[in-house]
């Protein structure tokens, strides 16, 4: 399984951004999925997921700016990030559980300018 992220970028704060994360060699379903972020000297934390039953969690401090979406058709998993803070600025990183373990993609630097 592979997986792309892209849509990361440089943007002000208060701005927006869509990351999109696909896959290939396998597919999202409706499997546990997440979008995770990290910046140096920090722990991958997760900020957005869908758990195996569907339902979905967020960060706190992300709770009313991010949502997470998928498209199971165009095997696609999603982070709409609004209101951006220049805390938000990290490497995202989506991941799926399938075939027993996690799979990670590549990253995508977001940074959000004050």
């Known amino acids: 399984v592979q997986l792309q992220a892209s849509g990361g970028g440089l943007v002000q704060a208060g701005g927006s951004l869509r990351l999109s994360c696909s896959a290939s060699?396998?597919?999202?379903?409706?499997?546990?999925a997440g979008w995770y972020r990290q910046t140096p000297g920090k722990q991958r934390e997760l900020v957005a997921g869908?758990?195996?039953?569907?339902?979905?969690n967020y960060a706190d401090s992300v709770k009313g700016r991010f949502t997470i979406s998928r498209d199971i058709r165009a095997n696609t998993m999603y982070l709409q990030m609004n209101s951006l803070k220049p805390e938000d600025t990290a490497v995202y990183y989506c991941?799926?559980?399938?075939?027993?373990?996690?799979?990670w993609g590549q990253g995508t630097l977001v940074t959000v300018s004050s």
């Open positions: 991941k799926i559980f399938h075939l027993g373990r996690d799979w």
């Open positions: 060699g396998g597919t999202f379903g409706y499997r546990a």
């Open positions: 869908f758990r195996a039953d569907r339902t979905t």
